[in-house]
């Protein structure tokens, strides 16, 4: 190989590494999401949804600003599932948005896919939730991502918060 070729093929490797180290700022959080068909009571009416960890609604995420997290979804459901980062943007990894059929596959039922999100611009509380079909009525749950370490809030920092997520298990009311 001539020099010129090892010089580019070199300066294109050290780009390609500080591109990667540059990514992620802050740390790398890990989830695990076990989604189960669970039996729920409520107004005297038991019903099986599908649930996260055993919960509706699913875990928080919190995170920071520059943060990076890989949550592990193992559908032990009836049905294919993906979940969507609402408002989180995923100009470096698409295949991890969650949008069924667009940008990858639903996650069939005995398998799993690991989701790479970055948060590299956003701050504040979004959602996250599945994006196939009636699983979004019960597939859901809070992200709340914190300014990034070192910084401040750009208002006074709240002395508590508590997280509401409002759902209704019917979905022709939720998605007409």
Not at 11 to 23: E, K, T
Not at 33 to 38: A, G, H, M, P, Q
Not at 147 to 160: C, E, L, M, V, W
């Amino acid at each position: 190989m001539n020099p010129k070729k090892k010089e580019s093929l070199f300066l294109g490797s050290l780009f390609l590494a500080v591109q990667c180290l540059c990514m992620v700022k802050g740390d790398v959080h890990f989830y695990d999401f076990v989604l189960t068909e669970e039996n729920f009571t409520r107004l005297c009416s038991t019903e099986t949804m599908l649930a996260v960890n055993g919960s509706i609604p699913g875990p928080v995420i919190r995170v920071h600003k520059g943060d990076m997290m890989y949550v592990n979804v193992h559908n032990q459901g009836y049905y294919g599932v993906t979940i969507h980062w609402h408002g989180v943007k995923q100009p470096r990894n698409p295949w991890s948005d969650g949008t069924n059929y667009i940008t990858q596959c639903p996650i069939e039922p005995g398998s799993n896919f690991t989701y790479e999100v970055i948060f590299s611009t956003e701050e504040g509380t979004l959602w996250w939730h599945a994006h196939s079909d009636w699983t979004r009525v019960s597939v859901h749950g809070a992200i709340v991502i914190l300014p990034a370490i070192g910084t401040t809030y750009p208002f006074p920092k709240p002395d508590d918060e508590e997280i509401i997520i409002l759902g209704d298990k019917n979905w022709r009311l939720v998605f007409p």
